[in-house]
Nanobody, 126 residues
Framework: QVQLVESGGGLVQAGGSQRLSCAASGRGFSATVAGWFRQAPGKEREFVAAITWTGGQANYADSVKGRFTISRDNAKTTIYLQMNSLQNEDTAVYYC???????????????????WGQGTQVTVSS
């Protein structure tokens, strides 16, 4: 079973950049679709980005398209979220998630992710 641990959150000024990491342990991570979600105070958790096993395909929420980039290094069993041009609206707890091992399709639905990290806080100040 895969376990996920996020890191890299913190306080950043509007317009700045931040890179989140998600370290995976356990067998099978390289055969999972992985994604990032976020939850702002008082709001529901929402999809941010996801990436296929090989890293050949990625999907993004419209709100982050062109600013955020998801990538993965299966040798290091880590996925990343590079966030540029950060805005106040990006303030949230960011969660790393993985689909069931062996499923190849990207999903934007929370319900389709079975393994979650504990989350890392990103705060954007103006």
């Amino acid at each position: 079973q895969v376990q996920l641990v996020e890191s890299g959150g913190g306080l950043v000024q509007a317009g700045g950049s931040q890179r989140l990491s998600c370290a995976a342990s356990g067998r099978g991570f390289s055969a999972t679709v992985a994604g990032w979600f976020r939850q702002a105070p008082g709001k529901e958790r929402e999809f941010v980005a996801a990436i296929t096993w090989t890293g050949g395909q990625a999907n993004y929420a419209d709100s982050v398209k062109g600013r955020f980039t998801i990538s993965r290094d299966n040798a290091k069993t880590t996925i990343y979220l590079q966030m540029n041009s950060l805005q106040n609206e990006d303030t949230a707890v960011y969660y790393c998630a993985a689909r069931q091992i062996g499923l190849a399709s990207i999903s934007t639905s929370i319900r389709n992710y079975v393994t979650w990290g504990q989350g890392t806080q990103v705060t954007v100040s103006s």
